[in-house]
């Protein structure tokens, strides 16, 4: 197998130093899409080639030639093929370990978001909105049948009427574009490729990016929605400072995720964010992740090309034709 297979190994470093810039240069909303699917596609391609090598290797192992019903020279496999045998072992191992993983995160995301689910269906009332009476500021979606949102006393203490509407827009946002769809996916290609994992870190501030960009948007005043979200950040870290209590993340990321807030870094991006106006489209950022994505594919698809031209070598070295 040529060079170039390996290559799908190596563009998840590359996409890594261009994950911040394309989360900050382009608008959230073509972010989280970009950043979402070019993680999914690195990590498919770099998965994929981890797979087609540890085949190699088997293929060279005469045990499982004389039991496979199309049989094959090991020998001529390993003739043909420039991998070594302790590349294909490696590759092995690494496919397991991406593939334990992925099913781990696979498994505790779905019964997260079932867990989500029935409590958003237990919640009091009909409404959308459930306000607790908690004094420490919470704020955060749950995603169900129907999706529900939760405001603790404290958070609405914190805020003034105009910036209530501010928040339940930020949160209306997180429900109506699926924002936690995009954070499982980001964090499902992590898992299976931890390279990838600055890609899934920036995707959950891109989504809460966007809903920002949404809130302001709703409200037509960014300075106003960018002084709501460095208050409630404040109010949060402050309650639970006092309190003891982790808050949720603003958002439903917290709840979901099991992340929290970092005042000292994603939510001061995001209010300098709202102050500049609105980002425009960078071509150059979103076509180096596109690139690299694309770039994928193809070496993907060369390594099964040439893993099955192997194959057919193999066979008829076996049959002598």
């Not at 073509?30 to 391609?45: D, K, R, S």
């Not at 769809?181 to 390279?195: C, I, K, M, S, T």
């Not at 037509?220 to 404040?234: F, H, N, P, Q, Y």
């Amino acid at each position: 197998m040529r060079v170039a297979v390996y290559l799908p190994l190596l563009f998840p470093l590359l996409a890594a130093l261009v994950a911040r810039p394309v989360g900050e240069k382009l608008p959230p909303r073509l972010a989280t899409w970009l950043l979402t699917v070019g993680a999914l596609v690195l990590a498919a391609g770099s998965t994929a080639v981890l797979g087609m090598l540890a085949i190699t290797g088997l293929i060279r192992i005469p045990f499982l030639a004389r039991l496979a019903q199309d049989h094959w020279s090991p020998y001529a496999a390993q003739h043909h093929d420039p991998a070594s045998f302790s590349v294909a072992v490696l590759a092995g191992v690494l496919l397991t370990a991406a593939a334990v993983l992925a099913g781990r995160m696979l498994w505790r995301r779905s019964r997260t978001l079932a867990q989500a689910a029935r409590e958003a269906a237990c919640l009091p009332g009909r409404d959308q909105l459930v306000v607790v009476d908690d004094p420490a500021a919470e704020a955060y979606a749950i995603p169900g049948l129907p999706g529900r949102i939760v405001v603790s006393t404290g958070m609405l203490d914190a805020l003034d009427p105009a910036e209530h509407q501010i928040l339940l827009a930020h949160e209306r946002a997180h429900l109506a574009h699926h924002h936690y769809l995009f954070v499982a996916l980001a964090q499902f290609a992590a898992a299976a490729n931890p390279l990838l994992r600055p890609l899934a870190t920036t995707v959950t501030f891109t989504v809460e990016r966007w809903a920002d960009e949404s809130a302001a948007a709703a409200v037509g005043d960014r300075e106003r929605v960018a002084r709501t979200v460095g208050k409630a950040a404040l109010a949060a870290r402050r309650t639970r400072a006092r309190n003891r209590i982790p808050a949720a993340a603003l958002g439903l990321l917290g709840r979901l995720g099991r992340l929290r807030p970092n005042t000292l870094g994603p939510v001061p991006r995001r209010v300098t964010a709202l102050l500049v106006p609105a980002p425009r489209r960078h071509i150059w950022s979103a076509a180096a992740l596109s690139g690299l994505a694309a770039a994928t594919a193809l070496c993907a698809a060369e390594a099964a090309h040439d893993l099955e031209a192997l194959l057919e070598l193999a066979k008829h070295a076996a049959t002598g034709s």
